[in-house]
């Protein structure tokens, strides 16, 4: 079992940072595979990034080069920081992880950008 619990959503102007945590519970967090989706009003949820066990990353194209992921499992955590942020990327943020057997989600932060 996984508990996924995310933060550091809120409201920023374009042009702003943010960076979201997703803290995890349960054991073998640095065997999973891990990732941030988004879903924003009327759309349907989207990859954004993802961080592999091995530290392997992708982005989604709209997001590249603005955004990074990063784990540190010491903390048995995942972070998503945000930059250069447009009001296209207003959605709210859920964390993921995929122990291969069962994929596990957290219950998402708001991001909202005014223009």
């Known amino acids: 079992q996984v508990q996924l619990v995310e933060s550091g959503g809120g409201l920023v102007q374009a042009g702003g940072s943010l960076r979201l945590s997703c803290a995890a519970s349960?054991?073998?967090?640095?065997?999973?595979?891990m990732g941030w989706y988004r879903q924003g009003p009327g759309k349907q949820r989207e990859l954004v990034a993802a961080?592999?066990?091995?530290?392997?990353?992708n982005y989604a194209d709209s997001v590249k080069g603005r955004f990074t992921i990063s784990r540190d499992n010491a903390k048995n955590t995942v972070y998503l920081q945000m930059n250069s942020l447009k009001p296209e990327d207003t959605a709210v943020y859920y964390c993921?992880?995929?122990?291969?057997?069962?994929?596990?989600w957290g219950q998402g932060t708001q991001v909202t950008v005014s223009s």
């Open positions: 993921n992880a995929d122990t291969r057997l069962i994929v596990y």
């Open positions: 349960g054991s073998s967090f640095s065997a999973n595979a």
């Open positions: 961080i592999t066990s091995g530290g392997r990353t």
